[in-house]
């Protein structure tokens, strides 16, 4: 217990730290602002993550993700998937918010596109990037392979994986890794049959990692379903993944 407490204030502290060395990133969908955060090492060549944070807007998670990305030697762009003036303050106003856009995909991608417009703008090299997301960013993962937006991976950590079947299954070419708790009550078995459905009929290059004893926000130290051993064992595998596709 000691060790997963003075853990989670390790992690926490360094994503608190590493906050500081981000950079903002002002820019505009029409006339609403968007504020994303890109790593220090903007302006070099190298491949990009584009990471989606979760339903309340930019948080610790995505910003330590960002530093340990930034170490394995990708620039990393968090998006700002709401825009100024619309952040959550709390689970009522982020899921409402989160709900549109997850019923208005097409928003959804066009938010995700300027994201990464902006990544390619900081110097990741446009071939060579993949997108990250985690709960409601997890969903904007998958929106990204659905719309075809140039990245050539994604990773839905923790994500909604149900689609509206009334939206017809399309071809697939970003390679897709889902990391799935395997105690997530907002993931049906319907939705998980369907998901692999849709990813057949695509003929997408996929894999789902399902993680025991894991609810659904297992990979943030800041919740009570943080899972120490299962968060750790997803990151691995998210980094081995990044490696295969964009290095």
């Given amino acids: 217990m000691i060790r997963t407490i003075l853990l989670t204030a390790c992690i926490m502290s360094t994503g608190t730290l590493f906050s500081q060395k981000l950079k903002t990133v002002s820019y505009q969908d029409g006339t609403q602002k968007l504020n994303g955060l890109v790593t220090s090492n903007a302006g070099k060549k190298l491949p990009g993550v584009l990471i989606l944070p979760a339903w309340k807007g930019i948080d610790d998670e995505a910003k330590t993700a960002a530093a340990e990305l930034e170490k394995q030697g990708y620039i990393a762009f968090i998006a700002d998937i709401y825009g100024e003036g619309n ?13 549109y856009y997850k019923q208005n995909y097409e928003a959804y991608q066009k938010r995700i596109s300027l994201a990464l417009e902006q990544l390619k703008k900081n110097g990741a090299i446009s071939d060579k990037i993949a997108v990250i997301g985690y709960c409601f960013g997890g969903t904007g993962a998958l929106e990204s392979a659905r719309g075809s937006l140039p990245v050539v991976g994604a990773v839905s950590i923790h994500g909604s994986i149900g689609k509206d079947q009334t939206r017809k ?3 697939i070419a970003t390679k897709i890794l889902v990391e799935n708790p395997a105690d997530d009550q907002g993931v049906t078995p319907e ?27 297992f990979t943030d130290p800041k919740s009570p379903d943080y899972n120490e051993v299962m968060a750790k064992r997803a990151w691995n595998h998210t980094l081995l993944f990044l490696k295969e596709i964009l290095k």
Avoid at 208 to 213: E, Q, R
Wanted: no cysteine; net charge negative.
């Fill in 87 to 99: 952040i959550p303050t709390d689970n009522a106003s982020a899921g409402k918010t989160a709900g």
């Fill in 191 to 217: 939705d998980y049959n369907n998901l692999i459905k849709e990813m057949n009929e695509g003929n997408a290059d996929w894999q789902i990692i399902t993680y025991a004893h894991s609810k659904h926000t």
């Fill in 169 to 171: 299954n399309g071809p």
